[in-house]
C-alpha cells in the first residue's frame, strides 16, 4: 500500500527551505495559510512560481529586474558619475532604503572567497572596469560586506580601479563588522554611505 505524503509536514518541509525559517516558523506560517481564504494560497504559490522566468539580470549592472536595463539604469535622475559596487541584488534594496545614494549601481554577484572555490573570474568585475570610460564614472564607491571576504574584494576592486583615475571609495564602518549589508538598519547604512573613505 502507497504511503500518501501529510500536505501539512510537506508543506512546513518547502517553507523550512527559506533562509532563516526554522521547524516554529515554518509551522506558524503554514496554520495561517489555514486561516486565509483559499485564493491568498493561490495567490503566494502562482507569485512564486512566475518569479524565475519574470526576472532577468541587467545586462548593464547586473541586478535582478524584469526589464533590461534595469530601471535604475535608464533613470535618468539618478547620477551618472558615482557607482556603488555590490555583492548582491539584495544590498541594492538596502541601499536604496537609506535613501541616501542617488548614483548607479553594480553587483558582483557575490566576493572573492578562496575556500568556497569563488576567485575573480566569476564575478561580474570585467563589466565593472568596462564601465568606467564609457559612462564617465568618477567614483566608485565599494560597499561590499564588511567580512573577510568583503575586505579582499574591496582590495582587489581597489587595484584595479587604481590606474583608471577614478576615485575609489568605501563604506565607513556605520556597518559593524561581520554583518550583511541586506540585514544592516536604514540609518547603519546611511550613516556608512555619507562617512565612506578613500581607499
Sequence with gaps: MMQTIDPLKAAIIQLKRFPGVGERSATRLVYWLLRQAPHVAAEIGSALIALPAAMIRCTTCGDVSAVDPCPMC?????????????ERPQDVKAIEAAAEFRGRYHVLGGAIAPLDGVGPDQLNISSLLARVGPENVVEVIIATDPDVEGDATALYLAKLLGPLDVRVTRLAHGI????????????SVARAITNRQEM
Design 74 to 86: 535608464t533613470d535618468v535622475k539618478r547620477e551618472p558619475g558615482i557607482l556603488c559596487v555590490v
Design 176 to 187: 559593524s563588522v561581520g554583518t550583511e549589508i541586506e540585514y544592516a538598519d536604514r540609518s
